[in-house]
Each structure stands twice: as C-alpha cells, then as structure tokens.
C-alpha cells in the first residue's frame, strides 16, 4: 500500500502527475516568503496554499526541524538559517570566471568591444578575465594585468564598495601623485571621487585614444565583488547616442552576473 506522497496522480488532462505532495507543499511554503513578506503566521501558510492548518501542520514542523523555517512565537514562521547555508554555499561554489566568462563573451559578440573582469587586491585592480574582439584597435589587457585602482574605471567601481572609513585606512600610506589625470592626486580628491562614482553606480574612463565604462558586480549581501567593463576605441565610444547604447548593454549584463551570484546592489 502506498502512503499519500508516493501516489501518482492525474492532471485534469489525464496525464500522470509524479509530483510529491508533502514535498510541493513545502517548497510552496518556502516560497511564500520574500523581501516584503518575511513573516507568517500557519493560518496565512495554509491560506495561502489553499488548505487547512492540519494539511500543513507536519510539513511545517519538519521544516523548522530542519532549520529551513524558524519559529518566531506562536504559530508565526520566517525563513530559517539553512535556507542561506544552503543557496549561498552552492553560489560560493562556482567560480566568479565561469559564471561571468559567457556573459562576457556575450556582451563583447553584441558590441565587437572587449570586456574584462577584475577584482581587488589592496590597492590594485586584478584582471582575471578578458573577452578580446579581434578588431585592429581593440583594447586588449592581458589576464594577470595589475592596475592602480584609482586610475581606471573598474578600478573605481571596485573601491566603490568600501566605506569611507575603509577607504580612507587603505589609501593613508599610499602616494596618489604620481599618476596622470585623471587620477585624483590627493586622498580628499579619490574620497569624492569614489563617492560620486558609488552614488552614479558607474564610471567611464578616457586614457590613450581609447575609453572604458565600467560598472560593479554585487553579492547577496549588495557588496561589490567585482567588475566588469566594455572598452574600445575613443572615435567608436564617445558618441553620445553609441556610449548610451554601450552603458546599457554593460548595465544588463552586470545585473545578470550579479543575479547569479545571488546578488544585488545596495540601495
């Protein structure tokens, strides 16, 4: 004899139904819960799934078990702790390179502009990936590359994700005034800088007949991991109706990384 989750039932179409009724629930209920709705009560579980606080009853008591729900005081749930373990630990698992490099690889076959990635490294902005377009004037950037933070565009995003205080304790040593516009050559300078490039939420840089726009890559928790840019030729990107059509094409693949790494920018 079969217990009620092994049944296999029909659809209205008379197709087998090989869901698991407990197990359906139960990710229903997990569901229910979002940014605006971080609590509910059994009564508003069961209403909104449709069925009595009974039917629900040992499939919420199990999810709590597990630490999937938590009880917050009588009959009243939010998401539990092992719902973030578990997201966040598969999300930590993939690689930022093999989840950004299609993206990227994307981006650059729409614009016939390179991209690259890089991260920080103190003071630095580490290149650790390039989609190359193979065009006579192409910005190319060999993976490895090591740049100031402060004089490029991805740089700049990068440093966006620090607070003033932090930005101020990493820059207290470090001489600014040996680089050329337009890196700030005083802290006070990189300080508003920085702040109007995190208020802007992006960064376009001029440097040697060619520009780069470049915009962050957000975790779960809104922090700026990375960054990505689209470069090329001053003549190809300094177009006003061009560079509108590029910010927007590099806007949407950010959020696509960022969505994949579970992210989203603060604010």
């Not at 508003?192 to 915009?215: F, K, L, N, P």
Request: aromatic content about 6%.
């Amino acid at each position: 004899m079969y217990a009620e989750d092994e049944l296999t039932l029909q659809d209205d179409d008379g197709r087998n139904d090989y869901r698991v009724p407990a197990l359906f629930r139960g990710l229903l209920i997990l569901q229910m819960f979002n940014a605006q709705t971080r609590t509910l009560s059994m009564n508003e579980l069961a209403e909104g799934l449709g069925v009595t606080v009974s039917a629900i009853y040992r499939i919420v008591h199990t999810l709590t078990e597990m630490g999937y729900l938590r009880k917050l005081a009588k009959n009243t749930y939010e998401l539990g702790p092992q719902v973030v373990s578990d997201g966040f630990s598969y999300l930590a698992s993939r690689d930022l390179v093999d989840i950004a490099a299609p993206h990227l690889n994307a981006l650059r076959d729409r614009t016939s502009l390179s991209c690259h990635l890089s991260i920080r490294e103190q003071t630095d902005s580490l290149y650790i990936y390039r989609a190359f377009a193979a065009q006579r004037l192409s910005v190319n950037i060999p993976i490895g590359t090591r740049i100031p933070c402060h004089c490029t565009a991805m740089g700049r995003m990068l440093l966006t994700g620090l607070s003033p205080a932090a930005l101020d304790a990493l820059y207290q040593s470090v001489r600014l005034d040996d680089h050329p516009p337009p890196a700030p050559k005083t802290l006070p300078a990189l300080r508003q800088m920085i702040s109007d490039d995190r208020e802007r939420g992006w960064v376009i840089h001029r440097s040697d007949y060619s520009t780069a726009i470049a915009r962050g890559i957000y975790n779960h928790l809104g922090e700026v991991v990375a960054a990505i840019n689209l470069s090329g030729p001053e003549a190809v990107m300094d177009g006003e109706v061009s560079r509108e059509h590029f910010q927007q094409e590099l806007a949407q693949t950010a959020e696509a990384i960022s969505r994949e790494l579970g992210g989203h920018r603060a604010g």
